[in-house]
């Protein structure tokens, strides 16, 4: 028999490499301490004119889109697809100042060194005349000391945390990010759940039980919560490990939440959590009267499963937004012709709107001379598939901002319908929770 | 006042205050005792396999976890390619991954035998990273979960309602733990296994074919995990990473119990599920049930490090 002391040395060295290696893919903890007002929800118009196509010269030299997504997630695949679905269409239409438009999509792999290398490369080698970046906010971290280097004009449609706003300052007039920073989603949520408790007043929001996990996301999450209900309903809550992160055990928070009987409970987790926790919670009989989820995603099958029926979802998108738009039903149709399916995550059409917003934003600059471009940018208003009118301004730090206003939905039959804003409801509220018998 | 002789001897009194604590338990904390010995019997049904392998062929497989992945993927797409129910697939499953299990050894394993633990530490951990990017290739990283209503069947008693599903988990691994026992025990194949385990040396030179008991003990062992992850999918979401943290779960067991001894895996792992389940029980503190499994690893060394000099 071998030696076993060094077996067992060596699985210990092993056990802490092997920690160190998981890869991270939440949001650090630091809480800002100022928080910009609640805005009001705007008027959105159904409808956009079209263009008469023109044929594009076929010796013109193409402008070249890098498009960084992490191609590991499903959240990177309809990132990719929204991109180039968004190429054939602006191709269909003549191009861009009559030249063609080509998206070179790259991978960031979920790692900061190949989000970073990626930069590098689609500047060095495909000089680019633009980038739209999915990264992860851990990802983008390692990729905005690069694009300060190169300052190529772009557009980043994920990395929510505050702190890729500190490190990219107030000084980069080429940046411009289409996604919530951390702490506008909570905003958006509250103005939400403000609305739908002046509309439905017999329904009851006094207590929240927030079971979050246990990582930067979550307990991120957790901190805004409290300072932003803190006039609303009283706050607790307790961490569970994500199964995202090998756990996936979570009997002991939902044991404890009911045990506390609150109005309302929350999870904050990944896409991986969402099916268990509600088999786990139906295990033991809990059914509290508001049951809502906030993962960055759900997984695509959600809706079919019979436990999903009340839940509650922050969501940017949702198919039932083609019933009540114009602009969402054409994004969807264009994108069930190309890839045979509905997209599955919000992440297609903001990609989508972004690649839309920069042609629209050279056409009407004339030129790809980037402060002529950053000033056309600058104009924007565009009517995203989101039914959002996206349009820059200001926020904390950076210069262009145009956050996403958070839809409170409920899964209904298993479809995702919109409770709020009003003007995108496309179902009422089902209250309280519907109770296990019969699922 | 002297205990009556019984207490005397240390073993009786750890059985006494197991029986006090237990009971204690049951009126206290009965959630405690029922989550723990569902969590134990997740774990044992994982960590006996592994402790097969690395006791007999002295292997320590880093990619144990992921083949538990692999087939718990494999039970996935029979269930939505074909309708099968996860538990069935169990089945094929472990067919198809003794046959992926042989190959893996004949391909890897074998040539690694008479290296340094190191190496075989290295090349097992490269399976593990093969495995999970490849799986990351085909299936991406979302997770995916098939819903089954008998996993979320529960039992109410009184005031409390709980799941029972999981306590197949138990039933499995009493039942892995057994026909394992009788197979090393009983059969022929599994007595030369044993001694080629023992003493490769003196077991070929009696005639044993050493190789083919290391073959067919490893793709047993594989075929096993591979087969918990039907019963795993049911309960649990799937992704590329989800067996990697099993992996070392299994590590602190197999330290726990000690290697070879299969059957103190069950108990540990009962050890490490109501005490994991205990900590939980506290509002705000289940951060800390990881915690154990690393201080549980430390301590058996510490321990073992003292009694040894």
Redesign the interface.
């Known amino acids: 028999?071998?030696?076993?002391?060094?077996?067992?040395?060596?699985?210990?060295i092993?056990?802490i490499l092997?920690?160190g290696c998981?890869?991270a893919t939440a949001e650090p903890t630091q809480v800002p301490t100022s928080v910009p007002p609640v805005e009001e929800p705007t008027k959105v118009p159904t409808k956009v004119p079209t263009e008469v196509p023109t044929a594009i010269p076929t010796e013109a030299e193409p402008i070249k889109l890098g498009v960084i997504v992490s191609l590991?997630?499903?959240s990177g695949?309809n990132g990719q697809n929204g991109a180039l679905l968004a190429q054939e269409e602006i191709n269909a239409a003549g191009g861009i100042l009559g030249r063609p438009l080509e998206v070179i999509v790259m991978d960031d792999e979920?790692t900061p060194e190949k989000g970073a290398a990626a930069v590098e490369k689609l500047v060095t080698v495909d000089n680019v005349d633009a980038f739209v970046i999915n990264s992860f906010s851990g990802v983008h971290m390692a990729q905005i000391p690069t694009l300060k280097k190169y300052g190529t004009v772009t557009i980043v449609t994920g990395a929510a945390s505050h702190l890729c706003e500190e490190a990219i300052g107030t000084d980069a007039d080429w940046y411009f990010h289409l996604h919530s920073w951390d702490y506008m989603q909570g905003q958006g949520q509250k103005a939400g759940w403000l609305a739908i408790t002046e509309k439905y007043p017999d329904l009851e929001f006094g207590s929240v039980f927030m079971a979050y996990e246990?990582g930067a996301f979550g307990t991120a999450s957790f901190q805004f919560s409290q300072v932003l209900f803190e006039d609303m309903a009283t706050l607790s809550g307790?961490?569970?490990?994500s199964?995202?992160?090998?756990g996936?055990?979570y009997?002991?928070?939902l044991?404890?939440a009911k045990a506390e009987n609150a109005d309302s409970f929350t999870w904050v987790g990944?896409?991986?959590?969402?099916?268990?926790i509600?088999?786990?919670a139906?295990?033991?009989?809990y059914a509290p009267p508001f049951f809502v989820g906030a993962p960055p995603g759900w997984?695509?099958?959600f809706g079919?499963?019979?436990?999903s029926e009340g839940v509650i979802a922050y969501e940017v998108w949702a198919d039932a937004l083609t019933e009540v738009s114009d602009v969402s039903k054409d994004f969807y149709d264009s994108y069930v012709d190309l890839y045979g399916s509905g997209p599955?995550n919000y992440l297609a059409a903001l990609v989508y709107s972004a690649v839309h917003i920069l042609a629209e934003g050279m056409e009407r600059a004339g030129t790809l001379e980037a402060d002529a471009l950053i000033t056309a940018l600058e104009e924007t208003e565009y009517v995203a598939p989101t039914m959002e009118v996206i349009t820059f301004s200001p926020s904390m730090i950076i210069k262009h901002q145009a956050p996403l206003t958070p839809m409170i939905a409920q899964y209904q039959g298993g479809e995702l319908e919109v409770l709020y804003p009003w003007d995108r409801a496309t179902s009422e509220l089902i209250y309280p929770f519907p109770s296990?018998e019969g699922r | 006042m002297q205990l009556p002789g019984i207490f005397r001897q240390r073993k009786y009194q750890i059985a006494f205050a197991l029986i006090v604590f237990v009971v204690l338990l049951v009126f206290w904390k009965p959630?405690v005792l029922i989550?723990g010995v569902q969590?134990a019997g997740l774990y044992a049904s994982i960590a006996i396999p592994m402790a097969l392998v690395l006791g007999v062929v002295?292997i320590?497989n880093?990619a144990h976890g992921d083949f538990m992945m692999i087939g718990a993927y494999l039970a996935y797409w029979l269930s939505v390619l074909y309708g099968s129910d996860p538990l069935v697939a169990m089945i094929p499953v472990f067919v198809a991954m003794f046959v992926a299990g042989a190959l893996t050894y004949k391909i890897t394993i074998k040539h690694v035998l008479d290296a340094p633990?190191?190496s075989q530490?290295l090349l097992t951990?490269g399976l593990a990273m093969i495995l999970e990017q490849l799986a990351?290739l085909l299936w991406?990283?979302?997770?995916?979960?098939l819903?089954v209503d008998y996993?979320?069947?529960?039992v109410?008693i009184g005031s409390l309602?709980?799941?029972?599903?999981e306590f197949t988990n138990v039933a499995i691994a009493i039942l892995i733990l057994i026909a394992l026992m009788l197979f090393l025990k009983r059969t022929r194949m599994g007595q030369a296994a044993l001694a080629a385990g023992?003493n490769p040396r003196g077991a070929k030179l009696v005639g044993i074919n050493v190789e083919q008991a290391y073959l067919l003990l490893f793709s047993i062992s594989i075929a096993i995990v591979s087969a918990i992850g039907g019963l795993f999918l049911a309960?649990?979401?799937i992704?590329p990473?989800?067996g990697?943290?099993?992996t070392?779960r299994s590590?602190a067991l197999i330290?726990m119990a000690g290697?070879g001894n299969l059957p103190g895996i069950l108990f540990c792992s009962l050890g490490l599920g109501v005490a994991e389940?205990f900590i939980?029980?506290f509002?705000?503190y289940?951060?800390w049930?990881?915690i154990v499994f690393?201080a549980l690893?430390?301590l058996?060394?510490i321990i073992?490090?003292i009694r040894?000099y």
């Not at chain 1, 028999?1 to 699985?11: E, F, G, H, P, Y």
């Not at chain 1, 307790?238 to 490990?241: R, T």
């Not at chain 2, 309602?161 to 599903?165: A, I």
């Open positions: 028999m071998k030696n076993n002391q060094s077996i067992w040395a060596m699985m210990l092993l056990s092997i920690t998981v890869k590991g997630d499903i695949i979920m246990e307790e961490s569970f490990k199964a995202a992160m090998g996936g055990d009997s002991a928070v044991e404890h990944y896409a991986a959590d969402a099916l268990p509600l088999e786990q139906k295990a033991i009989n997984p695509p099958d079919d499963s019979p436990l599955d296990w | 959630t989550y969590r002295g320590l880093i633990e190191f530490l951990f990351n991406t990283s979302q997770p995916r979960k819903h996993a979320s069947s529960s109410t309602s709980f799941g029972v599903f023992q309960r649990h979401s992704f990473l989800v990697s943290s099993y070392m590590f330290a290697i389940s939980m029980s509002k705000g289940s951060g049930a990881d690393f690893i430390l058996v060394i073992r490090s040894r």
